[in-house]
Structures are given as structure tokens and as C-alpha cells.
């Protein structure tokens, strides 16, 4: 099983720290984006489903709003597009 970590670092390149797990539960492939609003959008594989999840916060540290972006699609590394007025594709 697999999880999404939380982790933190002064530097881009290490060394990093884990501080918990970013999302309760299972999941894979998180890719994060900030809206130009400064919210934050982690898209991620729920494990065992493999439905595409979108997370919510405003915060890195959370909470985090989970919902289902995308059910029963096979699909793998989200890679959601985001446009300068916060649309995404």
C-alpha cells in the first residue's frame, strides 16, 4: 500500500523531512498545483479504485476537502493543466 507523504525541506534539493502523511488513507501519483486564489490542488490516484481524487486547502498543512474527479478511469499521473484565471484542464 501506498501513501501520499508530507514532506518538508529548506532547500529544493534536500535533505527533506517527513512530517505525516498529506492525505488520510491510500493513494499514488500526487501532482499539486496552486490556483492564482492561492489555493491548493493535489490531483492523486485513490488506492484499490484507481478513481482520480482531487484535495482541496488553502493551506499545504491542510485541511484537505478529498472529492472523486474522475471514477473507475484506469488512468495514471494526473497532470492537470492550469490556466493564468484558474481554470483547469
Known amino acids: 500500500a501506498s ?4 514532506c518538508t525541506s529548506k532547500s529544493p534539493t534536500g535533505p527533506y523531512v517527513l512530517r505525516g502523511r498529506a492525505l488520510p488513507g491510500y493513494g499514488h ?10 489555493t491548493f490542488l493535489l490531483y492523486h490516484i485513490r488506492q484499490h479504485t484507481s478513481d482520480i481524487s482531487l484535495a482541496t486547502s488553502r493551506s499545504v498543512w491542510g485541511p484537505w476537502r478529498v472529492q472523486t474527479v474522475l471514477k ?6 494526473p497532470g492537470p493543466y492550469l490556466y493564468p484565471n484558474g481554470s483547469v484542464a
Open 3 to 6: 501513501f501520499i507523504a508530507h
Open 29 to 38: 501519483n500526487p501532482t499539486i498545483r496552486r490556483t492564482p486564489d492561492s
Open 72 to 77: 473507475g478511469h484506469r488512468m495514471t499521473n
